[in-house]
């Protein structure tokens, strides 16, 4: 089945520092989408990307969408308190109708 | 309502047992998902409704589960004879279905399912 791969699965960051996590399709990607999902909460919406190369910000947040539509990032400056939450990625493979989710990146941050 | 609505919030059961969990999704919303996700792991897709179209059934994990979506909006997921391995919460989610396929997920808390 189509995979997306998303690393790390676990970091660990003090406050004030920056925090990036990495999405990787073997094949293309129609849209890649990412969520945020709070401790005890259900995931809630963040973004989508389309076009290759695309970058959007959302304040200090920044998503990428790579040329070749198979990677993207999450890139988050002085990370918070309330970042704290497990980032996922997710990515509608070409010819396909669902998204594929990955793993998801827990993100801890210490005051 | 404002979100998508899941019931019951826990369930706890019996290993062998059947249970049906229950979504309503945000009203105008022709897609409609349901997941599983187990502690601390991503999001494992089961099933996909989309309009009036066949369900994607490709994520199922046995013939123990089944889902239906009645009139378009309200869906249940069964699952039969139930095991330890099936716990885990299971979410649902909607979204409008635009040209360039699903749009963006909206999920429901989630019903936490517990098989003793």
């Known amino acids: 089945g189509q995979q997306v791969m998303q690393i790390p699965q676990y970091q660990h960051v003090q406050e004030g520092e920056d925090f990036t996590t990495y999405c990787n399709s073997s094949?293309?990607?129609?849209?890649i989408q990412w969520y945020k999902q709070r401790p005890g909460g259900h995931p809630v919406f963040l973004i989508q990307?389309?076009?290759?190369?695309e970058v959007k910000k959302q304040k200090r947040l920044t998503f990428q969408f790579g040329e070749a539509k198979k990677n993207s990032s999450l890139h988050i400056t002085a990370t918070q308190t309330t970042d704290v939450g497990t980032y996922f990625c997710?990515?509608?493979?070409?010819?396909?109708?669902?998204?594929?989710f990955g793993k998801g990146t827990m993100l801890l941050v210490s005051p | 309502g404002a979100g998508v609505s899941q019931s019951p919030s826990n369930k706890v059961t019996e290993k062998g047992k059947d249970v049906e969990l229950r979504c309503d999704p945000i009203?105008?919303?022709?897609?409609l998902y349901w997941y599983r996700q187990s502690l601390g792991q991503g999001l494992e897709f089961l099933i996909y409704?989309?309009?009036?179209?066949?369900?994607?059934k490709s994520g199922l994990p046995s013939d123990r589960f089944s889902a239906e979506r009645t009139g378009g909006s309200v869906s249940t997921l069964t699952i039969q004879r139930t095991q330890q391995e099936d716990s885990a919460v299971y979410l649902c989610?909607?979204?409008?279905?635009?040209?360039?396929?699903?749009?963006?997920?909206?999920f429901g808390p989630g019903t936490r399912l517990t098989v003793t």
């Open positions: 989610a909607s979204s409008l279905w635009t040209s360039g396929g699903a749009g963006e997920q909206y």
């Open positions: 094949t293309t990607l129609s849209n």
């Open positions: 990307l389309v076009k290759s190369g």
């Open positions: 997710a990515g509608r493979h070409s010819g396909y109708s669902t998204l594929t």
């Open positions: 009203s105008g919303h022709t897609a």
């Open positions: 409704f989309q309009g009036n179209s066949a369900p994607d």
